[in-house]
């Protein structure tokens, strides 16, 4: 949410809503005497990294390295006006993936910070259990800069009680040249892709790990017992979307619509997510039915 800007999600169903106060982490910003000179495009509802950018609003979001690439979603417009140098930093959201996927696909620093260390209000939900915001910037210390600005408690967003006191007094101080001295880092090689399009990235990867190792950093193989059949089960959108949406826009007294099941009945969404939505608005089933 922004003050004075469009705040659609991407969505045809809320086309034209501009917020009276900002979200959390634009207010902090602002605060820090940031100027918020644009919206971006994304997603629609944050839904379609796979589909990069369906938001029929503005249309397809180009990659600026290359018109020919995909941006990642889905804070992808968030990714390419900061690549493209439109802003020196951008805000965007990461349920899955949508923060870390558009930062790789264009040379950028974003990160999915601990849940609780920056505040959630004013984010649109997803899934009110994995949503996270945070920044996107071209440089480690323009990253590092923002999270100073935009973490801490906020009584809004009850779960960042979790990091009070443990927030460091400045992130930007931390960024020293042996900060990897002594680090154990964790690899996850089971994650990695292994088709055969998937091997340039594999060797970014371990040139990056290598990398580590000579700047003083233990690098360690780890495994994950069960680690399938908790990737087929992790996903809690299906469960969440539909009501955290509801919530979210109960508490909008003038939001264009109400609930997922009237962006549907209305036709307000883009066709590439109509069979996603309909599943997800599915009446929930009773105790004897599961």
Do not use: C
């Amino acid at each position: 949410e922004t003050i004075g800007l469009q705040s659609a999600n991407g969505s045809l169903a809320l086309a034209g809503y501009v917020a009276d106060k900002d979200a959390f982490q634009v207010r902090k910003i602002k605060e820090a005497g940031a100027l918020v000179i644009a919206k971006s495009n994304m997603a629609e509802w944050a839904f379609t990294p796979n589909e990069t950018l369906s938001s029929i609003l503005p249309g397809y979001t180009k990659n600026p390295y290359a018109l020919d690439r995909v941006t990642a979603g889905s804070s992808g417009g968030t990714a390419a006006g900061v690549a493209a140098s439109f802003g020196t930093v951008g805000l965007g959201s990461d349920t899955g993936n949508s923060i870390r996927g558009p930062s790789s696909h264009q040379a950028l620093v974003g990160i999915r910070s601990t849940m609780g260390l920056t505040s959630r209000a004013g984010v649109m939900p997803l899934s009110s259990t994995q949503d996270i915001a945070g920044p996107l910037a071209r440089t480690v210390t323009d990253l590092a800069i923002m999270l100073d600005a935009t973490v801490g408690e906020d009584p809004t967003d009850p779960i960042t009680k979790e990091s009070a006191g443990r927030i460091p007094k400045s992130y930007r101080d931390g960024l020293t040249a042996d900060g990897l001295k002594g680090a154990r880092i964790g690899v996850l090689r089971a994650l990695w892709g292994t088709a055969p399009e998937d091997d340039e990235v594999a060797g970014i990867v371990r040139k990056a790990l290598d990398g580590f190792k000579a700047q003083g950093a233990e690098v360690v193989d780890v495994t994950v017992p069960g680690l399938d059949d908790l990737l087929r089960e992790s996903s809690v959108i299906a469960d969440e979307f539909k009501f955290d949406l509801a919530a979210y826009l109960a508490k909008i007294p003038n939001a264009p619509v109400k609930s997922l099941g009237e962006i549907l009945d209305r036709g307000l969404h883009h066709a590439e997510l109509d069979a996603t939505f309909r599943l997800r608005n599915q009446p929930e089933k009773k105790e004897s039915e599961h």
